[in-house]
């Protein structure tokens, strides 16, 4: 079976700074996705970025990149240039190969941004 | 284009009650899926409907939960009756049918409390 794993509960960032979400999976599928939703307080979860895990390069949307690494199975979320509106709960999720396949989610990161 | 809409978003209710929640999913999106964060915990899968075909419910935790999806519009999750550890935030998510990838869109939860 899948697992994800996040082990930080809570991260704070000054404004305007850097911060680094860590994230694991456990997996024998050589094909799947791996992704990181934010969810605003009272708000509904949205898709941050996407990666596919056939693809060596890593993702970037804007502020937000990924570090992939498949051999190590790890998948970090990069939020440069931290702004108020990115607090919130963030969930690394992961899903594999199939346009229907279901989603298996870490237990998910507070975010705190400093002004 | 509306998204997805869950009611209620919050419903407190007593032992031994009955809840039901609903979720509209978006207009033509025929996978709808169900899930469930309990608090401190990681989100799990419930169950996917395609249309109103329960495509896989190996997620639900027990004879309480139903689930339904008349038509293939929206679905409602019915716990009867209702323990203190069914309380937690319930999500629906639907996306199109796809042969490759296709974003899941996430409704804004529904929080339930049984005291």
């Known amino acids: 079976a899948q697992t994800v794993t996040q082990s930080q509960p809570e991260m704070s960032v000054q404004e305007a700074e850097t911060v680094t979400l860590s994230c694991t999976y456990d997996?024998?599928?050589?094909?799947?996705?791996l992704f990181w939703y934010k969810q605003p307080p009272s708000r509904q979860m949205i898709l941050v970025i996407r990666q596919e895990a056939y693809k060596q390069q890593n993702a970037t949307e804007n502020r937000f990149s990924v570090n992939f690494q498949k051999a190590a199975k790890s998948f970090s979320l990069k939020i440069s240039d931290s702004q108020l509106g990115d607090a919130a709960m963030y969930f690394c999720a992961y899903r594999r190969a199939g346009a229907n396949s279901k989603l298996t989610f870490g237990k998910g990161i507070t975010l705190s941004v400093r002004p | 284009e509306a998204g997805v809409t869950q009611f209620p978003s919050h419903s407190v209710i007593e032992k031994g009650q009955t809840v039901t929640l609903r979720c509209d999913p978006i207009?033509?999106?025929?996978?709808l899926y169900w899930y469930r964060r309990v608090m401190g915990k990681e989100i799990k899968f419930l169950l996917h409907f395609v249309k109103e075909s329960k495509q896989d419910e190996s997620g639900m935790p027990n004879n309480r939960f139903l689930a339904e999806r008349t038509g293939g519009t929206y679905s409602t999750l019915k716990v009867q009756p209702a323990e203190l550890e069914d309380s937690g935030v319930y999500f629906c998510?639907?996306?199109?049918?796809?042969?490759?990838?296709?974003?899941?869109?996430f409704g804004q939860g529904t929080r339930l409390t049984v005291v």
């Open positions: 998510a639907s996306s199109p049918v796809r042969v490759f990838y296709t974003e899941a869109f």
């Open positions: 207009s033509g999106h025929d996978n």
């Open positions: 997996t024998s599928e050589s094909d799947y996705y």
